[in-house]
């Protein structure tokens, strides 16, 4: 039996991320995702890195702030599949080292994606940088994401606190990188194209256009999360 809570919060994308959810169990937050919204890190603070207005409305698309790092997450109904799980420290899953800390979480998206027929693999390394990865999440690799054939499908962040740790999930079930190149106006974009077109896939692609529903991915990835104390 799972000793996860698992709840399905209300409210925009903006309202969820800004929440402060409280680390007094092992909890999972699973979204759902209603309309486009892009989603960029903490650090994500200057004109390099910002869409301006105009292409945000041309693709109808919000725009919010995650109080974890990392590069912007396109989350597109059907397209993401977002879960937060949140771990009070001192569980016996913590770890001080932050480069450590969520190889954990990485292994059970590597049993969930191993559950549909895939070879995924967690890296424990440190952070592998791309040309267009402090824009684009899934143009780089940290500890604990997950790739298919070199190329990543889950992208994890993390924000700590004294009571625990938030790690944040995207798993790409789509992945149509042409829309962060003209989000965020990359140039040269035909290579920025290629470049995010290689560097990140979808299980659409993966799966010949077979790719588990949201929910279905919620329930496989709630059911390998580790059990006991």
């Known amino acids: 039996m799972s000793n996860w809570e698992c709840e399905w919060p209300l409210g925009s994308v903006a309202e969820r991320h800004l929440r402060d959810p409280g680390f007094d169990s092992r909890r999972v937050l699973l979204h759902e995702v209603d309309r486009p919204t892009l989603v ?26 995650r109080r974890s790092g990392g590069g912007g997450v396109l989350l597109r109904p059907g397209h993401v599949f977002w879960a937060d799980v949140l771990l009070p420290r001192g569980d016996v899953l913590w770890d001080d080292d932050v480069g450590r800390s969520g190889l954990w979480l990485g292994d059970v998206w590597s049993a969930v994606l191993g559950g549909l027929g895939l070879f995924a693999e967690v890296h424990r390394g440190p952070l592998v940088r791309g040309d267009w990865s402090e824009v684009v999440c899934f143009a780089g690799l940290g500890p604990g994401e997950v790739s298919v054939n070199g190329r990543k499908v889950v992208g994890i962040s993390q924000r700590r606190s004294r009571q625990g740790a938030r790690f944040q999930c995207a798993a790409l079930l789509e992945w149509r990188p042409q829309e962060m190149v003209d989000l965020f106006g990359l140039k040269p974009a035909d290579r920025a194209s290629a470049d995010l077109g290689e560097r990140a896939v979808g299980l659409a692609d993966l799966l ?22």
């Open 208 to 229: 010949a256009g077979d790719a588990p529903s949201p929910e279905e991915l919620a329930a496989a990835f709630v059911a390998a999360l580790p059990t006991g104390p």
């Open 40 to 65: 960029l890190g903490s650090a994500q603070r200057d004109g390099r890195w910002v869409p301006d207005e105009g292409r945000l409305q041309s693709a109808g698309c919000d725009l919010v702030r």
